[in-house]
T-cell receptor, first 112, second 112 residues
Framework: SQQGEEDPQALSIQEGENATMNCSYKTSINNLQWYRQNSGRGLVHLILIRSNEREKHSGRLRVTLDTSKKSSSLLITASRAADTASYFCATGTNNAGNMLTFGGGTRLMVKP | ETGVTQTPRHLVMGMTNKKSLKCEQHLGHNAMYWYKQSAKKPLELMFVYNFKEQTENNSVPSRFSPECPNSSHLFLHLHTLQPEDSALYLC???????????FGPGTRLTVL
């Protein structure tokens, strides 16, 4: 099965609410990255967190990493309709030549 | 804009056609990638080039043939494709393997 798996697969919230997406993985990682994809478009890098980091912020985004549980979460605060997109986590490992392995993504819908 | 361009954006081809997808990055990156994104499946890594050398071929059928003439350009030559090859093909680049990846907008391929 894939290295990174997002949960939930789909999430629908109202504008202004917070959105939390989770990612679980199986093997040791070098770093974990979150990407966003608008429908049918390329992915956009959001944030990278290294295996020795526990939390990182970027604007309204907050990412946590728990290597003991092999999990990460992405929190989007005060969501906006424009945040509607699919969000993917990707794990980078030394063993695979630093290749990224992407999860199946969480489809987020923010209703105005 | 991410600095990674892909052409064409849409392509419809028959199973006996030969076509090529083109990717160009203007970011001075050393690594370039081809991914396949099918509906309801995780992003699949197809090929990786690092300093123009192919470093990864993820068990991709020979009807897909990559070419990397220089570190700024990447092609995917298509020949005798099957309808199940219909997907969004994404190109990405990164400074080094395992780092933040910058994606192009993708080519939506339909095989009839």
């Amino acid at each position: 099965s894939q290295q990174g798996e997002e949960d939930p697969q789909a999430l629908s919230i109202q504008e202004g609410e917070n959105a939390t997406m989770n990612c679980s993985y199986k093997t040791s990682i070098n770093n974990l990255q979150w990407y966003r994809q608008n429908s049918g478009r390329g992915l956009v890098h959001l944030i990278l967190i290294r295996s020795n980091e526990r939390e990182k912020h970027s604007g309204r985004l907050r990412v946590t990493l728990d290597t003991s549980k092999k999990s990460s979460s992405l929190l989007i605060t005060a969501s906006r309709a424009a945040d509607t997109a699919s969000y993917f986590c990707a794990t980078g490992t030394n063993n695979a030549g630093n290749m990224l392995t992407f999860g199946g993504g969480t489809r987020l819908m923010v209703k105005p | 804009e991410t600095g990674v361009t892909q052409t064409p954006r849409h392509l419809v081809m028959g199973m006996t056609n030969k076509k090529s997808l083109k990717c160009e990055q203007h970011l001075g990156h050393n690594a370039m990638y081809w991914y396949k994104q099918s509906a309801k499946k995780p992003l699949e890594l197809m090929f990786v080039y690092n300093f123009k050398e192919q470093t990864e071929n993820n068990s991709v059928p020979s009807r897909f043939s990559p070419e990397c003439p220089n570190s700024s350009h990447l092609f995917l030559h298509l020949h005798t494709l099957q309808p199940e090859d219909s997907a969004l093909y994404l190109c990405a680049s990164s400074q080094d393997q395992g780092g933040e990846q910058f994606f192009g907008p993708g080519t939506r391929l339909t095989v009839l």
